[in-house]
Nanobody, 125 residues
Framework: QVQLVESGGGLVQAGGSLRLSCAAS????????MGWFRQAPGKEREFVSA????????YYADSVKGRFTCSRDFTKNTVNLQMNSLKPEDTAVYYC??????????????????WGQGTQVTVSS
């Protein structure tokens, strides 16, 4: 099993920045990719970003391209999501997830095996 714990959420004004972190423990040697998803009230969960653990290839939703940056830290088994130029529509609970096998599509939630509990991000206008 892999345990994931998100941190770094909070309240920020529009145009501001936040940095989310996701710390992994357990069978981290099996991780192949890490993803970030978010869910706003009354909406479905949506893909935000992903990074392959070995090659560091990154993927972003169109809505966050150019504003969010996903990175990984091998030494801490941590994935970070730097969020800049935040907008009120970025308000959601953000979840990290990990895939323990190489998948062809890291945009789908079904590609991931373990999920964190989530961290709230609120962007005020």
């Amino acid at each position: 099993q892999v345990q994931l714990v998100e941190s770094g959420g909070g309240l920020v004004q529009a145009g501001g920045s936040l940095r989310l972190s996701c710390a992994a423990s357990g069978r981290t040697f099996s991780m192949r990719a890490m993803g970030w998803f978010r869910q706003a009230p009354g909406k479905e969960r949506e893909f935000v970003s992903a990074i392959t653990w070995g090659g560091g290839f990154t993927y972003y939703a169109d809505s966050v391209k150019g504003r969010f940056t996903c990175s990984r830290d091998f030494t801490k088994n941590t994935v970070n999501l730097q969020m800049n130029s935040l907008k009120p529509e970025d308000t959601a609970v953000y979840y990290c997830a990990t895939a323990l096998a190489t998948r062809s599509d890291y945009v789908r939630g079904a590609s991931y095996d373990y999920w964190g509990q989530g961290t709230q991000v609120t962007v005020s206008s």
